[in-house]
């Protein structure tokens, strides 16, 4: 007979740098991360009292342990998906290239809130690709 096996066919979660993973918080959604441009001022259209979040840690990529059926709503808070901060960019690749994400990617923190894990990493070996805002 066949054995019918009920649950996800999630993909494991990746092992990002420092050994930071989702585990079992990730929910099957590995690909949202979300950047703090090098600066936040008139150049680049940004407004810091109303675009970024505290804690403001500038040239800076956030891996984001997503939960499903929320893109819509991380979308308009600038999260992006489709790759990761360690990965070559490809979102609107005409605008914005497709160098890495965040170059030379360093753990700075981890943090937790509205039960979605997010791990921070500053960009020690050049500028973070800067999307536009909204940032947070």
């Not at 649950?7 to 092992?15: A, E, V």
Request: aromatic content about 12%; glycine content about 12%.
């Amino acid at each position: 007979g066949y054995l019918l096996i009920m649950g996800h066919d999630d993909p494991p979660p990746p092992m990002w740098p420092d050994g930071k993973t989702c585990g079992k918080s990730g929910h099957g959604v590995y690909d949202a991360y979300s950047t703090t441009p090098a600066k936040c001022d008139d150049s680049n259209h940004c407004d810091p009292t109303k675009d970024l979040n505290e804690p403001i840690i500038f040239n800076s990529c956030t891996q984001i342990c997503m939960l499903r059926g929320f893109h819509g709503a991380a979308a308009k808070h600038g999260m992006k998906f489709g790759g990761s901060c360690f990965d070559h960019n490809t979102i609107d690749v005409e605008t914005y290239g497709d160098d890495i994400v965040c170059p030379g990617a360093k753990f700075y923190k981890e943090f937790k809130a509205f039960g979605i894990t997010m791990f921070t990493y500053t960009c020690e070996d050049g500028k973070v690709i800067d999307y536009g805002a909204p940032y947070k």
